[in-house]
């Protein structure tokens, strides 16, 4: 499961897709908009794609996860629009058959995630706001 959602992260969703009996581990990955960045307050985010080349680009990043590790099932959810403080902005679900491989995907699939989808992030402040690289 991979979508591009306007609507709030239902995160038990997530972890409800990736259940499977051949787990031992499922590992979920929750960003949230958090109330500042260095030091300045944020008022709320607000979340641009290009959702039919993301949606392939997220497809690529699970493959090669895949490819790395023995992942049952993923999810992944991230939104696009205004986020407010302490609401879901993306949420990665993994299932595998044991904790390592659950940990490392899950952190392989966001870490890459921020480098190649062309989802752009706009912090907005009080006094005005700022388009954020990936990684800053």
Known sequence: MIEITKDKIE???L???????????????VGTTRNKTSDK???????EAYEP????????????AKSQWPILKYAISHRVGVVEIGE????IAVS????KAAFES???????????????????????????????
Not at 88 to 91: D, F, K, L, N, S
Request: negative net charge.
């Open 15 to 29: 972890i409800a897709a990736v259940s499977d009996e051949g787990a031992g581990a499922t590992d979920v990955f």
């Open 88 to 91: 879901e902005a993306v949420v």
């Open 53 to 64: 080349m993301a949606i392939k680009e997220l497809q690529k990043i699970v493959n090669r």
């Open 106 to 136: 899950c952190k392989f699939i966001i870490d890459e995630l921020k480098k190649t989808v062309p989802i752009w992030k706009k912090e907005i402040f009080e006094d005005g706001d700022v388009w954020v690289a990936a990684h800053p």
């Open 96 to 99: 595998t058959p044991h904790r």
């Open 11 to 13: 995160v038990a969703k």
């Open 41 to 47: 307050p944020v008022v709320k985010l607000d979340f």
